[in-house]
């Protein structure tokens, strides 16, 4: 049985520390789905469809990542997809917590999922999505933040 995890997120935009992520989770999983939740109620910086661009364009050559959208719970997701892994990063204590907390609902209702839990790399902790959307607001180049070239897009 293939060991498939689910790393979820708006990853609006996809960071280095998303990434870093992804590349330490890839020796621990057969195959890793990188999710973007889609959330009605909340508009993101930049298009869902120009997310999975990104992203899909980042790892082209590795074919164990693939890169989708989804509604709903994660855990659902997970079960749909034959996942038995969510992948969270952890930035500091007040991510810790609020990982904490999801991780053990996600283990009441999803039985038989576990959340695996990735300390950020040090030189990458102060990155995180929001960030880096107030930087580009503002006018800030966020090149070394991010894994690819937004300034095309920037709104």
């Known amino acids: 049985m293939q060991k498939i995890a689910v790393f979820p997120g708006s990853f609006d935009p996809y960071t280095r520390g998303h990434h870093d992520i992804v590349q330490r989770a890839l020796p621990l999983f057969d195959r890793v789905i990188v999710a973007i939740g889609i959330n009605n109620e909340k508009r993101g910086m930049f298009p869902v469809e120009q997310r999975v661009a990104w992203i899909e364009a980042l790892y082209k050559d590795e074919n164990r990542v693939e890169t989708c959208t989804y509604e709903g719970l994660t855990v659902d997701f997970c079960r749909e ?3 038995r892994f969510i992948i969270r990063g952890v930035r500091n204590t007040i991510d810790f917590e609020y990982e904490k907390t999801i991780a053990q609902m996600n283990s009441s209702i999803g ?3 576990e959340t695996v839990l990735l300390f950020s790399n040090p030189l990458l902790a102060q990155v995180s999505s929001t960030v880096i959307r107030d930087l580009v607001k503002n006018g800030y180049d966020v ?3 991010i894994p690819y070239d937004i300034t095309s897009i920037i709104p």
């Open 81 to 83: 997809r034959g996942a």
């Open 111 to 113: 039985k038989g999922i």
């Open 143 to 145: 090149s070394e933040f």
